[in-house]
């Protein structure tokens, strides 16, 4: 039985170096081929903007990025990154066929259905006092349609300028 636990032990020693010899051999590597991951993100990143906006965020992102401390901070801004050059480009897309008037009509439609909804809320708490967790649940889905709402009134302030032509 000793002998056993000691090669147990011995064993359990040589996959420990091993694995530590491994993480060290690939903690290298991701260190090695991190400034070309991040320079692909923001080669990424940029081609997602439009033309127009390219080149200026191409030399912004690419000195902010050297800038910024650590190899996982520079990993961590590129993709930020790309996800700015998304919205940047889905907020220069013009909302097309959606008027002034559709968004006015359809803001006062999800107002009227909160008010409505509020209403068959508070019938229920005077009808049952026990759905306390349905009316909670209730005024997070009104606080969510407020929200939507908002939303609504939220457009492209270039989008005008692209409908008129």
């Known amino acids: 039985m000793g002998l056993t636990n000691i090669a147990v032990a011995a064993g359990i020693f040589v996959v420990g ?3 530590a010899a491994v993480s060290r051999l690939l903690a290298d590597e991701a260190k090695a081929w991190t400034p070309r991951a991040v320079k692909t993100l ?7 903007l439009p033309e127009a906006q390219r080149s200026r965020r191409d030399e912004e992102w690419q000195s902010h990025v050297n800038d910024t401390p650590g190899d996982l901070s520079k990993l961590i801004t590129a993709v930020g990154f790309i996800i700015a050059s998304r919205r940047i480009r889905d907020f220069s897309i013009p909302i097309i066929g959606i008027g002034k008037e559709v968004r006015i009509r359809l803001q006062l439609t999800i107002w009227l259905f909160a008010l409505i909804f ?3 809320l ?3 708490a005077v009808r ?10 209730g005024f997070a889905v009104i ?7 908002k939303m609504t009134v939220i457009k492209n302030p270039h989008a005008d300028e692209r409908e008129a032509n």
């Open 118 to 120: 509020a209403s068959i």
């Open 17 to 19: 170096v091993l694995g």
């Open 143 to 149: 606080c969510l349609l407020m929200m939507a709402a």
């Open 42 to 48: 923001i080669r990424v990143a940029v081609a997602r």
């Open 128 to 137: 049952d006092k026990d759905t306390r967790e349905t009316i909670i649940i």
């Open 122 to 124: 508070v019938q229920m």
